[in-house]
């Protein structure tokens, strides 16, 4: 079975463009999270969907966005951008989302360089 | 709010040596934790997770990790490592209402022959 698959691998943009990245989980899961993970850091958690509503959203503005869409797979788009977002940007996948201790299973990444 | 800490950046040991990373946490709830691992430019793999039951957990690879809740700790170890676990290593929590992720900053394992 496929895992969790994200595209594009590597994306070049400038500052104050717009980026969409997107995301299609395991097959079965529901549940679609998305993390951010700066150079050195461990990936922080931006939003998590669950049957196309947002079940959660982390410390980040409002120039991140996303959505989840009815075959589960997701999107995440971010405008206006910054140097600061370029990162590594993890989607995650699991069954519910709902139960604590499930485990979330990580796609390769999306590596986003901001000029 | 959960947090973790993880005390070591970088984890330098000899082939065939044992290992042990890190991890410390806080949280105000009950807890769950993991130990995911990334290879160069990957993405995360799920190493082993504690969420009840016997505090010695055993995962993939070799690796198993104690849960301490009196020192809040969740230590990884592994008795001999090999050249192909050099990799970054994550503690992460979770806990209600959801199973999203708070991870550390990492620490960095690398296997000298």
């Known amino acids: 079975d496929a895992g969790v698959t994200q595209s594009p691998t590597h994306l070049i943009k400038t500052r104050g463009q717009q980026v969409t990245l997107r995301c299609s989980p395991i097959?079965?899961?529901?549940?679609v999270s998305w993390y951010q993970q700066v150079l050195g850091q461990g990936p922080q958690f931006i939003f998590q969907?669950?049957?196309?509503?947002?079940?959660g959203r982390g410390n980040f503005p409002d120039r991140f966005s996303a959505r989840q869409f009815p075959n589960y797979s997701s999107e995440l788009n971010v405008n206006a951008l910054l140097l600061g977002d370029s990162a590594l940007y993890l989607c995650?996948?699991?069954?519910?989302?709902?139960?604590?201790?499930?485990?979330?299973?990580f796609g390769p990444g999306t590596r986003l360089l901001v000029l | 709010a959960q947090s973790v800490t993880q005390l070591d950046s970088q984890v330098p040991v000899f082939e065939e040596a044992p290992v042990e990373l890190r991890c410390n946490y806080s949280s105000s709830v009950s807890v769950y934790l993991f130990w995911y691992v990334q290879y160069p430019n990957q993405g995360l793999q799920l190493l082993l997770k504690y969420l009840s039951g016997s505090t010695l957990v055993k995962g993939i690879n070799g690796f198993e990790a104690e849960f301490n809740k009196s020192q809040t700790s969740f230590h990884l170890r592994k008795p001999s490592v090999h050249i192909s676990d050099t990799a970054e290593y994550f503690c992460a929590v979770s806990g209600p209402p959801s199973n999203n992720l708070f991870f550390g900053t990492g620490t960095r394992l690398t296997v000298i022959p």
């Open positions: 969907y669950y049957e196309k509503e947002e079940r």
């Open positions: 097959s079965g899961h529901k549940s």
């Open positions: 995650a996948s699991s069954l519910m989302g709902r139960e604590v201790g499930e485990t979330q299973y």
